[in-house]
């Protein structure tokens, strides 16, 4: 019987490390899509934690980073594994306590920020450059490939990626917590379903989509610095402050309005294909009206009234019978 079981948790190992490297390898085949693929690497990770206990998490990021090492040769992808292996560590030990979900996220949250400090520092120690002087350094390269190139309107290509440079550098730390928030919630959200298929018990999870809300504080803080924002009237401290908050309380009230408009179209019948055209381009290009929905859902209550109508329609119906 011991046997049996130090043979299956073998299969296991094996399973999971094929996994961490499958998902590691697709991450940088297709790129930039593909990209979000490395939001998953901790994932076997966590489900190793969750499943045994710490110490199996940490083999699994072990295993992965020696096998990187001797074939791959590449020291920057050491790093992520390493990195990102405190998110599944993280988020499995706070789901096998059988933490609440907001609990789970926070942790999940917290070491998301502590993957950054630990990639910069290991970029760091890789290169001997800090983080900032390796995005000053890319970027100029970025501006110098473009310059070189033959394009018909070079100043215009040049001044928008300057443009993008400069909003990516202002809204640099939002831009961590915010891949903070989803490489945890995407990890909780993806880990919690695959336990459950392994048919695990009273595995932790996150509610249904559709019922997500932020707390109404959330929304008026935002409704007050969204105005704040457009005005040049702060000095540049104040003003950096001002915009990073408004971003990240922008992206979650995002969240919160693509909620909404997922429990509208719960509500109506119509193919998986026709809610992915309507959810695609509000995602990508309305994202202004989405947070906008977000942040008036406290007071509209947008859920609440589709709700109380769909009841009446249902009791309407019932009476219809009846008569």
């Known amino acids: 019987m011991t046997e049996e079981k130090t043979s299956f948790r073998w299969l296991e190992y094996i399973v999971l490390f094929s996994m961490m490297v499958l998902i590691i390898s697709l991450s940088f085949m297709l790129l930039p899509f593909s990209i979000f693929l490395a939001v998953l690497i901790p994932l076997p990770v966590l489900i190793a934690t969750y499943r045994h206990n710490m110490i199996h998490g940490v083999v699994i990021s072990a295993l992965a980073s020696i096998f990187f090492i001797f074939f791959v040769m590449d020291i920057t992808i050491v790093i992520l594994i390493v990195a990102l292996a405190t998110v599944g560590i993280g988020i499995g030990v706070a789901m096998k306590e059988k933490l609440d979900y907001q609990k ?176 695609l381009p509000l995602w990508l290009f309305g994202g202004w009206f989405l947070s906008l929905l977000g942040a008036l859902d406290p007071w509209l209550r947008f859920r609440g009234r589709l709700s109380k109508y769909q009841d009446e329609l249902k009791e309407q119906r019932e009476k219809n019978k009846r008569n």
Do not use: C, H
Request: overall charge neutral; proline content about 6%.
């Open 104 to 279: 789970i996220l926070a942790v999940g949250v917290v070491s998301a920020l502590i993957t950054v400090s630990l990639i910069g520092l290991g970029l760091y120690l890789a290169t001997g450059q800090t983080p900032t002087e390796l995005f000053e350094g890319t970027t100029a390269q970025m501006i110098e490939d473009i310059s070189s190139r033959d394009l018909p309107n070079m100043q215009l290509a040049i001044d928008q990626v300057e443009a993008t440079i400069a909003s990516v550098r202002l809204l640099f730390p939002s831009l961590i917590i915010i891949g903070a928030v989803f490489v945890a919630g995407a990890n909780f959200l993806v880990g919690s379903a695959v336990l459950r298929r392994l048919k695990m018990e009273d595995v932790p999870s996150l509610p249904p989509i559709t019922n997500w809300a932020f707390p109404a504080w959330l929304s008026i803080v935002f409704l007050v610095l969204w105005p704040l924002s457009r005005f040049s009237i702060f000095p540049s401290s104040i003003a950096v402050i001002i915009a990073n908050l408004t971003n990240v309380f922008s992206w979650l009230l995002i969240i919160q309005g693509l909620s909404i408009i997922l429990s509208f179209m719960k509500s109506v019948r119509m193919p998986t294909w026709i809610k992915v055209l309507i959810i």
